[in-house]
């Protein structure tokens, strides 16, 4: 299940929607995504703050970019083993 496909479901349980084409098993797998989604925010959340912290310490622009390409590529990982995960 993806992140949109979860989100969908979720949506079509608003009070607004009187019936739901999910079973048990589909919604209860979408909420403990939203579930672990909502953990996982301030943990990366965190993450960022401290990762901004060492940035704006770099001065040499050759380091910037190492830097900047280290954490473009960890979220690139993070995003691929997210999905692998679902």
Not at 23 to 40: H, S
Not at 63 to 85: D, P, R, T, W
Request: proline share 1%.
């Amino acid at each position: 299940m993806t992140r949109e496909e979860a989100i969908h479901i979720l949506d079509t349980l608003k009070p607004t929607n009187t019936t739901s084409a999910y079973d048990g098993y589909i919604v209860g797998k979408a909420i403990t995504m939203a579930i672990k989604a909502l953990r996982q925010t301030d943990k990366i959340k965190a993450l960022g703050d401290e990762l901004r912290i060492y940035q704006k310490a770099i001065t040499n622009e050759v380091a910037l970019i190492g830097f900047n390409m280290a954490v473009a590529i960890c979220n690139k990982h993070l995003a691929e083993s997210e999905e692998s995960n679902e």
